[in-house]
């Protein structure tokens, strides 16, 4: 028997995977969360679970970046990501940042059933139709998105804000009014992102956070630019 957390933000969907979980699969205690911090605060409250269930992009995931920062605080826990998406190039990237396994929200309660078995037992579980393409691939590219993703983990919350502003094309003046803060600010703040990131310009700062989906800061809702 397994202690689960079950982390998604919608309660429907949360209380079908759980109904879905119980009725094929062994548990001794659920615990529901719906953000990344209250899955943080569950997983210091009960440093004994078994298996995370994670929602990709629950609030305050940031894309790939809570998967990775999970990873890297708990490196022992399994931890199943639960996604809309069944996108090969984001089952890839979930794979190599260190999820144990990647279940389709289409997915049905044997098939959720199969992965959390698989996970309990150390194996690695995607959909078997996909399981040839993602499993088998161990690429270059990859590893260079754990590295990148490792360095955009190292940002300060308002250095994150300002990249993710970069990343939808704003400009200077337009972060700083959004972000109540000085143009001078901004740039110190653009300066310390291109060091922590390696790159030299606005373009390849850019182009490398998009490989990452950054999501929008979790303490407000993304405005549009003024």
Request: contains cysteine.
């Amino acid at each position: 028997m397994a202690k689960l957390i079950v982390a998604d933000d919608h309660p429907l969907f949360r209380n079908a995977l759980i109904n879905a979980i119980s009725s094929t699969f062994a548990t001794k205690a659920t615990i529901e969360t719906d953000s990344f911090e209250s899955t943080c605060v569950a997983l210091e409250q009960h440093p004994d679970t078994d298996l995370l269930l994670l929602d990709l992009h629950m609030p305050g995931n940031c894309g790939f970046l809570g998967l990775i920062q999970l990873r890297k605080n708990y490196p022992a826990l399994p931890i199943v990501v639960i996604s809309a998406s069944e996108d090969l190039d984001v089952i890839r990237r979930v794979m190599a940042f260190g999820a144990s396994a990647y279940v389709p929200k289409s997915a049905n309660p044997l098939d959720i059933s199969a992965a959390l078995n698989a996970v309990i037992a150390g194996e690695l579980w995607v959909p078997l139709r996909l399981k040839n393409q993602v499993l088998d691939i161990h690429s270059r590219e990859a590893e260079d998105d754990l590295d990148l993703a490792a360095r955009v983990a190292q940002l300060t919350q308002q250095q994150y804000k300002v990249l993710y502003y970069l990343t939808e094309g704003w400009l200077n003046k337009q972060i700083a009014y959004d972000l109540h803060i000085s143009e001078a600010t901004v740039k110190a703040h653009i300066t310390a992102i291109f060091r922590k990131l390696g790159v030299t310009n606005r373009t390849q700062v850019v182009i490398q956070a998009q490989r990452l989906t950054l999501e929008p800061p979790v303490d407000r809702a993304m405005t549009q630019p003024h």
